[in-house]
């Protein structure tokens, strides 16, 4: 049970947009850590995508963005593409002295 | 180009120590501000951070996950710029794809440069 929850699977045909949600609590996110994002395509190690809830590092294409309000944070991709087919973490930081992850979610591109 | 590799034994005896020591090359550990990371992601599932180590200007500071304190310690050498994780007590939950990583300067930031990931198994 991960401290920052994700939905498992999201979907999304070529051209759309789909968003990826991170939802923490008074303890991590709402208490105003950061949230970046990371891409894991598979057998590979994770790539930084958002940085600081919504600072995409050079070379990430700007059809990534990210948002973060309240308790939650969001991951928005639009224009999707087959290349995006991937799992997606959140990542914060928790009063309880650690680093935190979300549970992941796969995005399948229909 | 800063790159990082781990290396360490791909199989450990359930109840022995997991060793693993990460490379750094392309930059250097000491005299620098970044944190240096452990994060672990078991067969199918998600990532787990496991602790970083950092230098406060006076010495090494370490800060792990509350869940597995009592079995984690952190070093660094900077001889040969590397870091390391220990693990001690190992059971086949620890069974995971170990990655080191490098973290901006705050407990709370990213990781933006990470090794490529090595495979240990826990197992009799």
């Known amino acids: 049970q991960s401290v920052l929850t994700q939905p498992p699977s999201v979907s999304g045909a070529p051209g759309q947009r789909v968003t990826i949600s991170c939802t923490g609590s008074?303890?991590?996110?709402?208490?105003?850590?950061?949230v970046h994002w990371y891409q894991q395509l598979p057998g590979t190690a994770p790539k930084l995508l958002i940085s600081d809830n919504s600072n995409r590092p050079s070379g990430v294409p700007d059809r990534f963005s990210g948002s973060k309000s309240g308790t939650s944070a969001s991951l928005a991709i639009s224009g999707l593409q087959a290349e995006d087919e991937a799992d997606y973490y959140c990542q914060s930081y928790d009063s309880s002295l650690s680093g935190v992850f979300g549970g992941g979610t796969k995005l399948t591109v229909l | 180009q800063l790159q990082l590799r781990e290396s360490g034994p791909g199989l450990v005896k359930p109840s022995e120590t997991l060793s693993l020591t990460c490379t750094v090359s392309?930059?250097?550990?000491?005299?620098?501000?970044?944190?240096w990371g452990w994060i672990r992601q078991p067969p199918g599932k998600g990532l787990e951070w496991i602790g970083s180590?950092?230098?406060?200007?006076?010495?090494?500071?370490?800060y792990y996950n509350p869940s597995l304190k009592s079995r984690i310690t952190i070093s660094v050498d900077t001889s040969k710029n590397q870091f390391s994780l220990h693990l001690k007590s190992v059971t086949a939950a620890d069974t995971a794809v170990y990655f080191c990583a490098r973290q901006n300067p705050c407990t709370s930031c990213y990781f933006n440069y990470w090794g490529q990931g090595t495979l240990v198994t826990v197992s009799s």
């Open positions: 180590i950092y230098h406060s200007g006076i010495t090494y500071i370490t």
């Open positions: 392309g930059g250097t550990i000491s005299g620098s501000n970044y944190f």
């Open positions: 008074s303890s991590n996110i709402g208490a105003g850590y950061d």
